[in-house]
């Protein structure tokens, strides 16, 4: 059985940092490329990044570049996103996914994997 579960979340004042941690089980890690979205109330769920399994090769969105980044350690199974000059746009709940696929993407329903999410609330 595949588990993605979530930590790091929580409330940070602006201008604050995160690491969002997200510990996989029940599956090969290191063949999955992981990635991290988000979904604040009463908007679509994005991408924020993803880290190929490959190449370690990475994207991340316009919101995220220069800010947040993600990383991965296949000994532990877990993927990384260090989320620095945070602002109130980054408050949601924030999801990790795993694809069996070796190319980055975008689309949410291109991974075959999710975790329950973790909350993110940055105080202005």
């Known amino acids: 059985q595949v588990q993605l579960v979530e930590s790091g979340g929580g409330l940070v004042q602006a201008g604050g940092s995160l690491r969002l941690s997200c510990a996989a089980s029940?599956?090969?890690?290191?063949?999955?490329?992981m990635g991290w979205f988000r979904q604040a109330p009463g908007k679509e769920r994005e991408v924020v990044s993803a880290?190929?399994?490959?190449?370690?090769?990475?994207y991340y969105a316009d919101s995220a570049k220069g800010r947040f980044t993600i990383s991965r350690d296949n000994a532990k199974n877990t993927v990384y996103l260090q989320m620095n000059s945070l602002n109130a746009e980054d408050t949601a709940d924030y999801y990790c996914?795993?694809?069996?696929?070796?190319?980055?993407?975008?689309?949410?329903?291109?991974?075959?994997?999710w975790g329950q999410g973790t909350q993110v609330t940055v105080s202005s």
């Open positions: 996914a795993a694809r069996a696929r070796a190319s980055v993407v975008v689309r949410h329903d291109e991974y075959d994997y």
């Open positions: 029940g599956l090969t890690f290191s063949i999955y490329t």
């Open positions: 880290i190929s399994w490959r190449d370690s090769s990475t």
